[in-house]
């Protein structure tokens, strides 16, 4: 019986292009934080949370290359070139959905 641990790995066709965990905007990385702090309150998996960290990594990277520095600012139609984005950059239909996701989350967690 394969009793081989299950780890998330993403898959990374540009390693260079995300950011380390730490935004260049200390708003959004409060933000962010906080989020993630409230989803450990809830209880949810560390690996559901890892997930969630770095689905909002590839996010803030996005927002980072468009010079948007508060999440205020992000429109329906940043969310949606988000979208593009990560499929521009060969991510599965999959993770672009999940991804997206965790980006609606964190907006609606802020609002």
């Keep these: 019986m394969d009793k081989r641990k299950i780890v998330y790995r993403p898959k990374t066709k540009k390693p260079d292009t995300i950011r380390p965990a730490v935004c260049a905007h200390a708003q959004m990385q409060e933000g962010v934080e906080a ?22 990594r590839l996010f803030t990277a996005f927002l980072e290359e468009r010079d948007i520095r508060r999440f205020q600012d992000v429109t329906r139609r940043t969310l949606d070139q988000f979208r593009l984005w990560l499929m521009a950059q060969g991510y599965s239909e999959a993770i672009q959905e999940s991804t997206t996701r965790a980006a609606q989350l964190l907006l609606r967690f802020l609002a």
């Design 35 to 56: 989020f993630l702090s409230e989803l450990k309150r809830r209880k949810q998996s560390p690996l559901s949370i890892g997930k969630r960290r770095y689905d909002l």
